[in-house]
């Protein structure tokens, strides 16, 4: 999904337009969605999508590959809000940076393990 959008190459109005994608995607497709399988089709096909949380780790890197150095105001307003849904709803472990100054109890806390 990330590998094909080149963010450094376009100009503000094609990335707003990319981060409003992934706004609408973050909206309206974070969860699973329900197998189409009652209405006669068969289990994994197309239509038996995915959400967004079930790429993990790939769809975190991805989105701060994306979001990393923009600059726009209009911009940063969607990258903020689609952030803040990424920290609450993500595992974000992995891509968290702990200084070696943090006390013990902000390091847990940090990675969720308190």
């Known amino acids: ?10 100009t503000v109005h094609p990335r707003y337009a990319v981060f409003s994608i992934l706004d609408t995607l973050m909206s309206n497709h974070r969860e699973s969605t329900p197998s189409f399988a009652f209405l006669g089709y068969p289990a994994g096909d197309i ?3 995915t959400g ?7 769809f975190v890197a991805g989105y701060h590959n994306i979001a990393d150095g923009e600059k726009d105001p209009r911009n940063l307003l969607l990258t903020f809000s689609i952030g803040r849904v990424v920290l609450i709803e993500f595992d974000i472990s992995s891509h968290v940076e702990v200084s070696s100054h943090a006390s013990p109890f902000e390091a847990k806390s940090l990675l969720g393990h308190v």
């Open 52 to 58: 967004l949380k079930s790429m993990g780790k790939e």
């Open 47 to 49: 239509r038996d999508l």
């Open 1 to 10: 999904m990330f590998a094909h959008v080149k963010m450094r190459a376009l």
